[in-house]
């Protein structure tokens, strides 16, 4: 008689002994699977939970920190458009050697001198001087003020940019995390398959050795049991790779990775709600209607070319023997500079005819995010609720082939079933497993792409055990920063 007594996968809770004991004596397959990959089950306390994964990656995955670097480097936009309302201020200095030849004649003045005075001088001279200034845009178009509102702008888009990068990270997490779950479930099924099949091919021989079975039995069995070890190899290859990204995307290695849930819990609940959830609030549409404001904003700072320029300036100069005869000079200058363009060359009225198709761009980008927002909204939901539908199937799937299984291995005892049938019978139960283990893969990370496509996919949704990174933080320290060229975090 073939047995299929195996060990289960860990973290699926699969019955230790497949066929052994009566079906009706034993928990179904498919409900111990479900139990053990998504009931929260007391775990070691070095276990690795989802939760915990996605924390290393919000933490520690340099894409990420990569983009919060962005978002820094954009905040910086706004003290440089600031700086626009501010004065500038300047000092010269100059030292020189000076030679001069000096001739001249002063007029005399009759009728005391009746002839004119000439003398002529030479040598060498260093002239010095010290000197500032101050000038101060008084007017120019608002293109000071347009600037200012662009940065701020720019620094709100790079926000939702980044918001998609915290999506798209956590996104990677848990789909990699499930990946792990998965493959690794897998390749202890296909392990123990191989054994089960290792044993059906060793009592195929002693029956063969019996005169019960033919010599296309023993070759069937060892056909069966070649297809399955070629599959194990696949499954261990499988599972390297899938190591290696979990290494890339949460930072450490895997190991003693706890059971998973669904998120079903804060995702909405009707798909009409879901649509409209995801085209207000996800941060790829956001970002786009901020890149319409800033693109509007441009074509006011590139019609302010066409006003004219007022500005104030004040300057001192003090010059030490600035000419051989002039030992001294002070000057002390205050003043308005007036500048009117008339016309420049036509390129003003290009930019500003090039900004407003630009404008018309971003609107148009906008209808299209919002497409692709809706379209991956219901694919995530349909993909949701297929995988919940298909974990059904695959639960009656498992019994169903598990009973047969059963049935056929006590009909080929009788002589009613041949060694194909078993065989048969054994690869559809291990097909059975396999596309129960596969469908709650996809339910839990079909729950996370619903959260991601709705905008909801954050370290605050979720609850993660880490410190939320504030963007708004590092703003308000350079926003009216006037001076200084280190960072706020000392570089």
Not at 88 to 94: E, K, P, Q
Not at 106 to 115: D, G, L, R, S, V
Not at 141 to 159: H, L
Not at 325 to 337: A, E, H, I, K, Y
Request: proline share 5%.
């Amino acid at each position: 008689m073939v047995t299929s007594d195996t060990r289960a996968p860990r973290g699926w809770n699969l019955p230790r002994e497949w066929g052994r004991r009566p079906i009706q004596k034993r928990i179904p397959l498919c409900v111990a699977l479900a139990l053990g990959l998504f009931t929260a089950v007391p775990q070691a306390a070095s276990a690795e939970t989802i939760e915990s994964a996605l924390a290393r990656a919000y933490e520690n995955n340099p894409q990420l920190n990569a983009q919060r670097a962005v978002v820094r480097q954009t905040d910086e936009g706004v003290p440089q458009a600031l700086s626009g309302y501010r004065p500038t201020v300047n000092a010269t200095a100059s030292l020189q050697r000076q030679y001069t030849k000096l001739q001249q004649s002063i007029p005399a003045t009759p009728p005391a001198i009746p002839n004119s005075i000439s003398f002529a001088d030479k040598g060498l001279s260093t002239p010095e001087s010290v000197g500032a200034s101050v000038s101060q845009t008084l007017f120019n178009g608002n293109r000071t003020a347009n600037r200012v509102r662009a940065s701020e702008s720019q620094v709100s888009a790079a926000r939702e940019t980044l918001r998609v990068m915290e999506q798209s990270v956590l996104l990677a997490a848990a789909t990699v995390y499930m990946d792990m779950s998965r493959d690794t479930a897998n390749l202890e099924v296909q392990q123990n398959n191989v054994k089960v099949l290792e044993r059906t091919l060793t009592d195929t021989q002693n029956r063969f050795n019996a005169g019960a079975v033919t010599d296309t039995d023993v070759a069937q069995s060892e056909a069966q049991l070649a297809a399955a070890q070629a599959s194990l190899h696949a499954a261990e290859a499988a599972l390297a790779t899938t190591r290696a990204n979990y290494r890339r995307i949460i930072g450490v290695d895997p190991a003693n990775l706890a059971p998973a849930s669904s998120v079903e819990r804060i995702a909405p609940s009707t798909l009409n709600s879901a649509v409209a959830l995801g085209v207000a609030h996800n941060p790829n549409v956001l970002a786009a209607m901020y890149g319409v404001d800033v693109a509007m904003l441009q074509v006011k700072i590139a019609e302010g070319a066409l006003y004219p320029t007022l500005s104030a300036q004040y300057s001192v100069q003090y010059n030490l023997f600035p000419q051989l005869l002039s030992p001294r000079v002070f000057t002390d200058t205050v003043g308005l500079n007036l500048s009117i363009p008339i016309y420049q060359g036509g390129s003003e009225y290009s930019t500003i005819r090039s900004n407003k198709e630009a404008v018309g761009q971003q609107r148009l980008n906008v209808d299209q995010v919002r497409d692709d927002t809706r379209a991956n909204v219901v694919t995530a939901w349909a993909q949701l609720q297929a995988a919940k539908a298909q974990i059904e199937a695959a639960q009656r799937q498992n019994a169903a082939a598990e009973r047969a299984l059963n049935g056929v291995r006590n009909e080929a005892q009788a002589g009613q079933r041949t060694t194909q049938d078993v065989l048969i019978a054994e690869q559809n139960l291990v097909n059975a497993r396999q596309s129960l283990i596969v469908a709650q893969h996809d339910r839990v990370v079909a729950s996370y792409s619903l959260l991601s496509a709705v905008g909801r996919l954050s370290a605050q949704d979720l609850a993660l055990p880490v410190t939320i990174y504030d963007p708004s933080v590092h703003y308000h320290q350079v926003r009216d920063a006037w001076i200084g060229v280190r960072t706020p975090s000392g570089q």
